[in-house]
């Protein structure tokens, strides 16, 4: 992995996470948060909300010392990603560097497949990969990415639903496997944090639905992977660059 060309330590991490109304859901970005501190001691990190949540992106941003970079806490590109993240960055911090989101990655599937394992996950089970979902067509795309690595990982075939936007639905995919002779269904829960969509799979009539990413010691590491990709192309000398869109490699 490379490392920073630049001190990183006098600058400041900042996680951009979308925001929710769950209480449980902000506990768990917030002890995310914390966790990515302590991977790293000294090193500044801030996490800001788009929406929905306390503290707003924007005013973090602002206040965060630099050189700043920003690792969004989202698992897939979309709408988010690629226009309302950039859209905050570009007016609240012009200098600062923005990496790709989270997924998919190897390390979400590490965790994925134990969060299934603690779930009761049966050889004969037939999974599903529930997402949120987006109208972003390479979203979705980085989803059933996400999917296939769980897939191999398993050995097993892993299905793709989407709770909200994006084909097919939850309910589509549990209604055909419903239909068919398949003893029990399996919802990995690929979210970062518990919250409106994860009650939604719960509710999805799955036989067991495994709980969300949560905090791990794989999901810090992997923020300081993307933080490290993106710091790793500043300038020794001068900070001040255009906002810019990394997206980094899932391999």
Do not use: K, N
């Not at 917030?30 to 801030?46: D, N, S």
């Amino acid at each position: 992995m490379r490392t920073p060309s630049w001190d990183a330590r006098d600058g400041t991490l900042v996680l951009g996470a979308h925001g929710t109304r769950s209480a449980a859901g902000e506990a768990a970005l917030a002890e995310l948060a914390a966790r990515v501190r302590r991977a790293r001691p000294g090193h500044r990190v801030e996490l800001g909300f788009l929406e929905g949540s306390s503290p707003a992106l924007c005013g973090v941003l602002a206040a965060a010392p630099g050189p700043v970079v920003v690792v969004p806490l989202l698992l897939a590109g979309g709408y988010h990603v690629h226009i309302d993240l950039p859209t905050v960055v570009a007016a609240a911090r012009p200098d600062a560097l923005v990496a790709g989101p989270l997924g998919p990655h190897p390390l979400l599937t590490s965790v994925l497949a134990r969060r299934l394992a603690s779930a009761g996950l049966r050889p004969t089970d037939t999974v599903v990969l529930g997402a949120a979902g987006s109208s972003d067509p390479a979203a979705l795309a980085d989803v059933r990415a996400a999917a296939r690595l769980l897939s191999v990982r398993l050995a097993r075939p892993v299905t793709a639903a989407f709770a909200s936007a994006g084909s097919p639905s939850l309910a589509q995919v549990m209604d055909r496997l419903r239909s068919s002779p398949a003893p029990r269904v399996a919802v990995a829960s690929y979210l970062l944090a518990p919250g409106h969509f994860h009650d939604r799979m719960v509710d999805c009539g799955a036989d067991l639905v495994a709980r969300p990413l949560g905090v791990e010691e794989e999901l810090a590491a992997l923020v300081w992977h993307r933080h490290d990709e993106v710091a790793a192309g500043v300038p020794a000398a001068g900070h001040a660059l255009a906002v810019r869109t990394a997206r980094v490699s899932s391999a």
